[in-house]
């Protein structure tokens, strides 16, 4: 059996100091956090994603978010849009008149999209799914001794909804991935190795 060793990660994630008396709420993986007009959601603990859907129901993931950042309907045009917990989150509830003091978060939020989308119009397909397997250790890694465990757990299907693919295409490349020796997997997390 392998065990890992991990470290904490090199990357830091910056976030709003703590505010008083923001309420917060917590939900549990697979939750939809509510839609609130004016108010943003502030990430304390946890991993969500939004995403959309087109008339077919295809579902398009707008974005992955953790400590520190901050999401909301307000950030968006799109419609619909949803926020889905892929684990527990706990989360505050930041009112339109406390938005200055989520400058940096929101401008982290416009960047990080930009990435993705950047990402997902990456060709070929075996680019694209690499880059964003490199995002996702950067943003949601930590050291281990073989390279970056992503501890977010994400299907295939969540994976391909993401990077515009279909899961069986997901599947054979991360299966390639595996037999390359670029990446790893641990129980229900894939670890990003070292070159």
């Known amino acids: 059996m392998t065990t890992l060793t ?22 549990n993986r697979g939750d939809i956090v509510p839609l609130q007009p004016n108010c943003l959601w502030r990430i304390e603990q946890g991993v969500i994603r939004t995403m959309t859907w087109g008339e077919a129901g295809t579902v398009t993931t707008l974005g992955y978010w953790g400590m520190g950042d901050v999401v909301g309907k307000s950030l968006s045009q799109t419609d619909p849009y949803q926020i889905e917990c892929l684990s527990s989150v706990r989360a505050s509830v930041l009112p339109l008149h406390l938005w200055y003091l989520a400058l ?6 416009i960047q990080q999209v930009e990435e993705l989308l950047s990402i997902v119009h990456s060709k070929p397909a075996q680019l694209c799914l690499t880059q964003f397997l490199l995002w996702l250790a950067q943003k949601f890694g930590c050291e281990v001794n073989q390279g970056k465990l992503i501890t977010l757990r994400l299907t295939h299907q969540e994976i391909a909804e993401t990077v515009g693919m279909n899961r069986v295409t997901v599947t054979r490349l991360l299966n390639q991935f595996e037999r390359d020796g670029m990446i790893r997997r641990y129980r229900q997390y894939l670890i990003v190795l070292r070159a």
């Open 6 to 27: 991990t470290r904490p990660s090199t990357t830091s994630t910056t976030h709003l100091a703590e505010l008083p008396n923001l309420r917060q709420q917590t939900f």
């Open 104 to 109: 940096n978060a929101v401008l982290r939020h």
